[in-house]
């Protein structure tokens, strides 16, 4: 009997510690932890740290991967801070690509808004699950698990993308390979990739070794 009785409590304290305060803004002033960022005292609070602007502007898609992302994560908007969401925009142009990654801290949907996106996830066992998106479409991609968009059109795509966490984090797996300073040999040795091919790629993204 006491066992429930504990379960009950617990989840009831969980609950309670959860709605102790409304939301807990972002001081970027203060230190931040790996729980994340302090809480602005709520005196200081202002309107504005729940407000983000920035998504209603196409990002520069002049770049190598032809994409640009521009995220609405915590240290940008710091009203997230704590409710476990935020949001990203993402333009492709015509050929652009965002190249496999991870969000190590949570799962992802994206919605098309404009264009056709090919978009795709490889799980834990080596399936991989892809499909072209078209306008309105959504499409999940479980956290932590490598993952693609590319613009599968003629004209440019526009896409939003919101997280189960307000710092999902972000980690690319080509650049992970080839812009560090890792030695040639040893990515070599990991990957079985060709050496020369492996010095153009540090070349092309900025690594060195």
Same mark, same amino acid.
């Given at each position: ?66 994409? @640009?992302?521009?995220? =609405? &994560? ?7 801070? !704590? $409710?476990? *969401?935020?949001?990203?925009? #993402? ?63 003629? @004209?440019?795509?526009? =896409? &939003? ?7 999902? !984090? $972000?980690? *690319?797996?080509?650049?992970? #390979? ?32």
């Amino acid at each position: 009997m006491i066992f429930p009785i504990l379960f009950t409590f617990f989840l009831l304290l969980s609950s309670s510690n959860a709605a102790v305060q409304d939301f807990c803004v972002a001081d970027f002033a203060a230190p931040e932890g790996p729980a994340g960022f302090s809480c602005k005292k709520p005196a200081s609070v202002k309107v504005n740290d729940f407000v983000f602007s920035g998504l209603g502007i196409a990002g520069n898609t002049s770049n190598i991967i032809k994409a @640009a992302v521009t995220p =609405a &994560f915590v240290a940008q908007f710091p009203g997230v801070n !704590g $409710l476990g *969401i935020s949001i990203a925009r #993402l333009d492709l142009a015509v050929g652009g690509v965002v190249p496999f990654h991870t969000h190590p801290g949570a799962s992802e949907v994206l919605i098309v808004a404009e264009g056709t996106i090919c978009a795709g996830f490889v799980a834990s066992d080596n399936t991989p699950y892809l499909h072209t998106l078209e306008k309105g479409d959504i499409m999940v991609f479980p956290q932590g698990l490598l993952h693609f968009q590319v613009n599968g059109g003629e @004209a440019p795509a526009l =896409a &939003f993308a919101s997280f189960g966490s307000a710092s999902p !984090g $972000l980690q *690319i797996l080509d650049f992970a #390979l080839f812009k560090n300073d890792l030695a040639t040999e040893l990515i070599a040795q990991t990957t079985f990739l060709d050496a020369a091919q492996i010095k153009k790629l540090k070349g092309v993204l900025g690594g060195t070794n």
